[in-house]
């Protein structure tokens, strides 16, 4: 296995944990976890100088921030009901805990660096901008929970994206590694993936263009990748369907992309 794929520890409470400054993480500026959380179990944290996007993927949970609390939020049982959920923004230097309402409780703790104390958000389902992107087998729909128009967070970006079989997301190859304004971005990016069926899996490579990082996985059901630098197109098989769950954080909080030169003809077809 390469270094990008990470796999999931099925029945642990803590399913999914890429951390920032651990070691064992090639990106500094993302940190992720995925909580598994039966009715009435608690997780909680000291944030230090990292933020948060809590999502509530699935099942409901109460989050507080030891000041605030929002209780009983969520809004569905599979992410393939496709419609958004809620979540909630936390900034640096506070704590927070996060409380399992149903059995059903998955629960996505996004992180990023971050020193500007904010105020903590809710962020409803309702406030998610939803569109589609791309077209003939590169059409994928997108639920932006704390996109760059907006000014809740001081580095993160987090989006889901349902792409259906036969197409591919986040295609053409695009990639934002270089600190290049207005042309392009620095943000890192993790991606953690679902199928349905949930015996799927899609395909993913992250390349750059002097090859120094090429990697092409085959992603399974609850998988994360993670991107620190590099083209990260996502190829879905006939039959399934893929969701996934994008952060990005780099030292500045703007999504500008550049895609690959050599893939790029696509978007002029006709």
């Known amino acids: 296995m390469g270094k990008l794929l990470r796999k999931p520890k099925l029945r642990e409470q803590v399913v999914q944990d890429v951390r920032l400054g651990d070691g064992n993480s090639p990106l500094d500026y993302v940190g992720f976890k995925m909580l598994d959380l039966a009715k009435g179990e608690a997780y909680e944290e000291s944030l230090g100088k990292l933020e948060v996007c809590i999502v509530a993927l699935t099942g409901r949970i109460t989050v507080t921030d030891l000041e605030q609390t929002f209780l009983n939020i969520g809004r569905r049982a599979s992410v393939f009901e496709r419609i958004p959920t809620d979540s909630v923004y936390i900034s640096n230097d506070r704590s927070f ?7 059903d409780a998955c629960v996505a703790l996004c ?10 958000m809710l962020i409803p389902a309702e406030a998610n901008g939803m569109e589609q992107r791309g077209k003939y087998n590169n059409q994928r729909t997108v639920h932006n929970i704390l996109p760059d128009s907006v000014d809740t967070a001081n580095s993160l970006l987090v989006v889901e994206v349902y792409t259906e079989g036969g197409n591919w ?9 270089q600190d290049n304004l207005p042309a392009e971005s620095f943000l890192e990016e993790s991606y953690y993936h679902e199928m349905n069926p949930a015996q799927g899996f899609v395909f993913q490579r992250v390349y750059t263009d ?5 990697e092409t996985m085959t992603v399974e059901n609850r998988d994360v990748v993670l991107v620190p630098a590099g083209y990260h197109p996502v190829g879905v098989p006939d039959g399934y369907t893929s969701y996934y769950l994008n952060v ?9 992309f550049h895609n690959d030169p050599a893939h790029a003809w696509i978007l002029d077809r006709k």
């Open 169 to 177: 997301s986040s295609y053409p190859p695009h990639k934002h590694d």
């Open 248 to 256: 990005m954080a780099g030292p500045t909080r703007t999504w500008n």
């Open 111 to 120: 992180y990023a660096p971050s020193d500007k104390q904010l105020k903590t």
């Open 97 to 103: 805990r996060v409380i399992a309402e149903s059995d």
């Open 210 to 214: 002097d090859r120094s990082i090429d």
